[in-house]
Each structure stands twice: as structure tokens, then as C-alpha cells.
């Protein structure tokens, strides 16, 4: 029997685990397995390991042998669990003993048993989720004293504390400008979100539908609850499908412990499931299921789990078509799309490229710790001009691109990328000159309008070439630096002084 002197148990730091097993080389064996990661007592027999229990009262698991002269194993997890119910009690055994384990498992309140012979990197790993279990045990008791003796200031808290998590990720983060197509979807958000009703929402790639999402959760009755997240589209069929249904220890080749499904998690909340038109047929069979049923069943198991999840469904396909060519299910498309809402691309919404460029600028300077005061109007007009095929997503990486570079407060145009530099604002491709005369031929109004138009797109054609160098720009127009300047400001390509 091994034990720790008081001062040494007064400075523990390492979690304490009991092993009870009346074998010493046995105890030697999971000593070193364990000993980096636990701080171990050992005890050869019951009576020993009572003793270790009595004296010492930081002992958090205890993995306890069956077989044992004297008692049983779980006779003796019987005893600790009626005098020290928060301790993690695991019984090592093996195959023979198993039906006398399962037997006392709920009247010794065994949380795991392992077979004998054990491997190493399963028994600590099970060792550490144990250590786990009895952390959550101790703050969860914390928890409902705290919720008892100050059940009104925490409510108070609480509802504070969703407040600032609805203005986080409801409506209210939703950047938009007056006039944004966007505003219609935002209104039709605010008169949905309240019913639980299935959602699609559709959209190119990096519009902003999982924050469409997010949106609709926090301004739902289930904003308290679990919002989960799936990539259906980055997952073959069989992972996905363990991924939202989970699996029971055994169901295949790898499967060492139980996994509880994302449905599961999301139970009483909202399951986002993105790139949804990416699944195949036998998939869509499964998951038409759950929403119709609302219960599954993990791989592996024969019980059914209910749950209840609101899902929201997002795609850039078309699934319309996709209905028509037999390529999706038509009955799993009518049961997501109870409600359908469209994100318009970036390129509809420029009145918002400002508002969102601001916003993305202060998270890229958090995420690199570096501060930036804004950017340059030159800036914002090639910003402007661009139409952002990638949406918000591209737009987020070239800003946070801009910040790295950076060296001054202000982000000027030199920092924007090729591409960026090298897109006017007309709609037209430079490098087909067919293109660049039909775009002159459609100008509208009479002839000075005209001209305006085109000496704007000279000008801007030019001042991107040059990366917004005014000098450059001015010496390849034949004017001065001056002329240029009240140009650009006539145009509103730059503000006045």
C-alpha cells in the first residue's frame, strides 16, 4: 500500500486516482501508465483501500480490480459509493466476470468498466474523460448552490447575458445600409424566426447564410439553446452520418466508446446544416426520416433517440433543378424549404460595401493585434469598384490581407490585391476591346453626360493601373497633380479638403 504524507497531499496539483488490486505488478503497470497524468495511490486489498479513503480526501477516481481476496470489486464500489457518491468509481475485469459486473453496475453506480488485457492509450483516455466527469460533477453542484442562494441576481445575469448574445448574432449584427436588398430578407427573419418552422436558405457561396442562420436562432424562443453547425457538403455519407446521429461503441472498426450525435447536442435547439445539396440520395432517405419522425437512431444501436431540433438548410445550388433531374429527393426539399430566403451576392448590395468593410476591418485587427485606423477614400472607391465574386467571404480575406501589409494608420489601394486593382467599374472585361466599345456604346444621356462617364472611367482605369499614385496617374493623363486631384473630386472619387 502506497501513501502520501500529509504535506505532500496538501500540495497536490496532479488529479488523485485509487487503485485497488491485489496483483503488484499489476499496480506497477498502471502506475507508469498512469503516473504522468495522475497523481496514483495503490492499495492491495478492500480493507487497504478504505484506509487510502479515509485518509485521503482528494481522491477523485477510483479503478478497482474485480477479482480480489475478500470482496468483489463491485462489493466494494458498493461501500464507496454509499460513502463518497461524487468519487468516479471503473472496475477492471475480465471476460468471465462480465455478467456479474453488468449485474451490480446501477446499485454500485459503476461509471466504466474496462476487460483485462487492457491498452494503454484506451485506459488513460478513459481515465481522463473519468476526471472530466468528476470536475463537471463538482461545478455542477457549485452551480445549483450558486442558482439556490442567488437564483435572482444570476436570472438577472442571464437574461443580460442573452441580450448581449442576440445583439451579437441576432438581427442586429446584420450589417446593412437603407435600401440594401437585404432588408427584405432581414424582415422576413424577424417575422419567422418566432415559429418553428424548417428554413432554406439559398444563396452563392460567402453571401453570409450561416449568419442568416445564427440570426434566426437567437430570435427564436430557442436562442437559450444549442445552434450547431454542419458542413454536409466536406463529409462522405457514412461520416456524416455518424457525425449527426453518433454511434454506440463497436458499431465498426475504431468505434472505442459511445459518441453522441449533433442532433443529440442540438436537441431543444437548431442544427444548421450547410451545403445540404451536397448529400446523396441514400443520405436524404435517413435525414428524411428524422424530420419527419423527429427520432433516429444512432449506428449501432437499436433504441430510438427523440429529439427536438428546428433545422436550417442552406445551399448554393439550385435545388429546383435538382428536384427535376432526380438528383434531390422532392419530398426532403418541400420538408426543408417551409420557408425559403435568398442572400443576395455582394455585387447587389455595394451600398453595404462600406458598412461592412468598417465592420470587417475592426475583426481583422483584433484577430491580428493590430490597430488600423481605416481606410483611405481611394481605398473605399477601389473597394467600390470591384464586384466581389467571392462575396464577404473574399472580401474578409482581402481586408485581413490588407491589415498584415499594413504600415501606415490608413489602408491605401496599394495594398489591395492584382485582381482587385485591375477591375473597373464598368461591367466589361479590359482585355476584349469588343467588350470595352459595346460598354461605350450603351452609355445613356446626351453627350456631356456621356463624356463624363468616360473621362470617369479613364480615370479610374488609370489611378488603379498606377495603384492610386496621383503623380503617376497625372504625368500619363498629361495633367498636373493639382488638375488630376479636382477631377477625382468632381467625379466623387475623393472628397474635397
Given at each position: 500500500m502506497t501513501l502520501p504524507s500529509s504535506s505532500h497531499s496538501s500540495l497536490r496539483r496532479l488529479p488523485a486516482i485509487l487503485v485497488v488490486d491485489d496483483e503488484v505488478?499489476?499496480?506497477?503497470?498502471?502506475?507508469?501508465?498512469?503516473?504522468?497524468?495522475?497523481?496514483?495511490?495503490?492499495?492491495?486489498?478492500?480493507?487497504?483501500?478504505?484506509?487510502?479513503?479515509?485518509?485521503?480526501?482528494?481522491?477523485?477516481?477510483?479503478?478497482?480490480?474485480?477479482?480480489?481476496?475478500?470482496?468483489?470489486?463491485?462489493?466494494?464500489?458498493?461501500?464507496?459509493?454509499?460513502?463518497?457518491?461524487?468519487?468516479?468509481?471503473?472496475?477492471?475485469?475480465?471476460?468471465?466476470?462480465?455478467?456479474?459486473?453488468?449485474?451490480?453496475?446501477?446499485?454500485?453506480?459503476?461509471?466504466?468498466?474496462?476487460?483485462?488485457?487492457?491498452?494503454?492509450?484506451?485506459?488513460?483516455?478513459?481515465?481522463?474523460?473519468?476526471?472530466?466527469?468528476?470536475?463537471?460533477?463538482?461545478?455542477?453542484?457549485?452551480?445549483?448552490?450558486?442558482?439556490?442562494?442567488?437564483e435572482p441576481v444570476l436570472k438577472r445575469q442571464v437574461d443580460s447575458k442573452q441580450e448581449k448574445v442576440k445583439s451579437s448574432f441576432g438581427l442586429a449584427s446584420l450589417i446593412r445600409a437603407p435600401g440594401s436588398p437585404i432588408n427584405a430578407v432581414c424582415d422576413m427573419v424577424g417575422r419567422v424566426a418566432p415559429f418553428d418552422l424548417s428554413i432554406m436558405v439559398t444563396g452563392e457561396s460567402g453571401t453570409g447564410k450561416e449568419m442568416i442562420a445564427r440570426a434566426i436562432h437567437?430570435?427564436?424562443?430557442?436562442?437559450?439553446?444549442?445552434?450547431?453547425?454542419?458542413?454536409?457538403?466536406?463529409?462522405?455519407?457514412?461520416?456524416?452520418?455518424?457525425?449527426?446521429?453518433?454511434?454506440?461503441?463497436?458499431?465498426?472498426?475504431?468505434?472505442?466508446?459511445?459518441?453522441?450525435?449533433?442532433?443529440?447536442?442540438?436537441?431543444?435547439?437548431?442544427?444548421?446544416?450547410?451545403e445540404i445539396g451536397e448529400t446523396s440520395p441514400a443520405f436524404q432517405v435517413k435525414l428524411l426520416r428524422v424530420l419527419q419522425e423527429g427520432e433516429f437512431r444512432p449506428l449501432g444501436s437499436n433504441r430510438p433517440v427523440h429529439v427536438d431540433v428546428r433545422v436550417i438548410a442552406a445551399t448554393n445550388r439550385d435545388l429546383e433543378d435538382d428536384v427535376r433531374t432526380g438528383r434531390f429527393r422532392e419530398d426532403l426539399y418541400y420538408r426543408l424549404a417551409t420557408i425559403a430566403l435568398h442572400v443576395p451576392p455582394l455585387r447587389e448590395r455595394p451600398m453595404d460595401l462600406p458598412l461592412l468593410a468598417s465592420r470587417l476591418l475592426g475583426s481583422s485587427c483584433n484577430a491580428l493585434g493590430k490597430p488600423v485606423e481605416g481606410f483611405?477614400?481611394?481605398?473605399?472607391?477601389?473597394?467600390?469598384?470591384?464586384?466581389?465574386?467571392?462575396?464577404?467571404?473574399?472580401?474578409?480575406?482581402?481586408?485581413?490581407?490588407?491589415?498584415?501589409?499594413?504600415?501606415?494608420?490608413?489602408?491605401?489601394?496599394?495594398?489591395l490585391s492584382p485582381r482587385v486593382l485591375r477591375k473597373p467599374v464598368g461591367e466589361f472585361d479590359e482585355n476584349k476591346p469588343s467588350d470595352e466599345l459595346a460598354w461605350a456604346a450603351g452609355l445613356s444621356g446626351g453627350l456631356k453626360e456621356r463624356m463624363d462617364q468616360l473621362e470617369m472611367h479613364v480615370l479610374k482605369e488609370a489611378m488603379s493601373r498606377h495603384r492610386w499614385n496621383k503623380s503617376r496617374a497625372a504625368r500619363e493623363l498629361g495633367l498636373s497633380r493639382v488638375g488630376l486631384r479636382a477631377k477625382l473630386v468632381r467625379h466623387g472619387l475623393e472628397q474635397a479638403e
Amino acid at each position: 500500500m502506497t501513501l502520501p504524507s500529509s504535506s505532500h497531499s496538501s500540495l497536490r496539483r496532479l488529479p488523485a486516482i485509487l487503485v485497488v488490486d491485489d496483483e503488484v505488478r499489476s499496480q506497477e503497470a498502471l502506475r507508469r501508465t498512469l503516473e504522468e497524468d495522475f497523481e496514483v495511490l495503490c492499495a492491495s486489498s478492500a480493507d487497504e483501500g478504505m484506509e487510502v479513503l479515509l485518509r485521503e480526501q482528494a481522491i477523485r477516481i477510483v479503478l478497482c480490480d474485480q477479482r480480489m481476496p475478500g470482496t468483489t470489486g463491485v462489493q466494494f464500489l458498493k461501500e464507496v459509493r454509499t460513502r463518497w457518491p461524487d468519487i468516479v468509481r471503473i472496475i477492471l475485469s475480465g471476460y468471465t466476470d462480465a455478467e456479474d459486473i453488468i449485474s451490480g453496475v446501477n446499485e454500485a453506480g459503476i461509471w466504466q468498466y474496462l476487460l483485462k488485457p487492457w491498452q494503454p492509450e484506451q485506459l488513460l483516455l478513459t481515465l481522463q474523460r473519468a476526471a472530466e466527469v468528476w470536475r463537471l460533477q463538482q461545478e455542477n453542484q457549485r452551480l445549483s448552490l450558486d442558482l439556490r442562494t442567488a437564483e435572482p441576481v444570476l436570472k438577472r445575469q442571464v437574461d443580460s447575458k442573452q441580450e448581449k448574445v442576440k445583439s451579437s448574432f441576432g438581427l442586429a449584427s446584420l450589417i446593412r445600409a437603407p435600401g440594401s436588398p437585404i432588408n427584405a430578407v432581414c424582415d422576413m427573419v424577424g417575422r419567422v424566426a418566432p415559429f418553428d418552422l424548417s428554413i432554406m436558405v439559398t444563396g452563392e457561396s460567402g453571401t453570409g447564410k450561416e449568419m442568416i442562420a445564427r440570426a434566426i436562432h437567437y430570435e427564436s424562443s430557442r436562442a437559450s439553446k444549442a445552434f450547431i453547425t454542419e458542413n454536409c457538403g466536406a463529409l462522405p455519407d457514412n461520416l456524416l452520418e455518424s457525425e449527426l446521429f453518433g454511434y454506440k461503441r463497436g458499431a465498426f472498426t475504431g468505434a472505442v466508446d459511445d459518441r453522441v450525435g449533433l442532433f443529440q447536442q442540438a436537441d431543444g435547439g437548431t442544427l444548421f446544416l450547410d451545403e445540404i445539396g451536397e448529400t446523396s440520395p441514400a443520405f436524404q432517405v435517413k435525414l428524411l426520416r428524422v424530420l419527419q419522425e423527429g427520432e433516429f437512431r444512432p449506428l449501432g444501436s437499436n433504441r430510438p433517440v427523440h429529439v427536438d431540433v428546428r433545422v436550417i438548410a442552406a445551399t448554393n445550388r439550385d435545388l429546383e433543378d435538382d428536384v427535376r433531374t432526380g438528383r434531390f429527393r422532392e419530398d426532403l426539399y418541400y420538408r426543408l424549404a417551409t420557408i425559403a430566403l435568398h442572400v443576395p451576392p455582394l455585387r447587389e448590395r455595394p451600398m453595404d460595401l462600406p458598412l461592412l468593410a468598417s465592420r470587417l476591418l475592426g475583426s481583422s485587427c483584433n484577430a491580428l493585434g493590430k490597430p488600423v485606423e481605416g481606410f483611405t477614400n481611394e481605398a473605399l472607391a477601389c473597394i467600390a469598384a470591384y464586384r466581389w465574386p467571392g462575396n464577404v467571404r473574399e472580401l474578409q480575406n482581402e481586408i485581413l490581407r490588407m491589415v498584415a501589409l499594413s504600415t501606415t494608420p490608413l489602408l491605401g489601394p496599394d495594398l489591395l490585391s492584382p485582381r482587385v486593382l485591375r477591375k473597373p467599374v464598368g461591367e466589361f472585361d479590359e482585355n476584349k476591346p469588343s467588350d470595352e466599345l459595346a460598354w461605350a456604346a450603351g452609355l445613356s444621356g446626351g453627350l456631356k453626360e456621356r463624356m463624363d462617364q468616360l473621362e470617369m472611367h479613364v480615370l479610374k482605369e488609370a489611378m488603379s493601373r498606377h495603384r492610386w499614385n496621383k503623380s503617376r496617374a497625372a504625368r500619363e493623363l498629361g495633367l498636373s497633380r493639382v488638375g488630376l486631384r479636382a477631377k477625382l473630386v468632381r467625379h466623387g472619387l475623393e472628397q474635397a479638403e
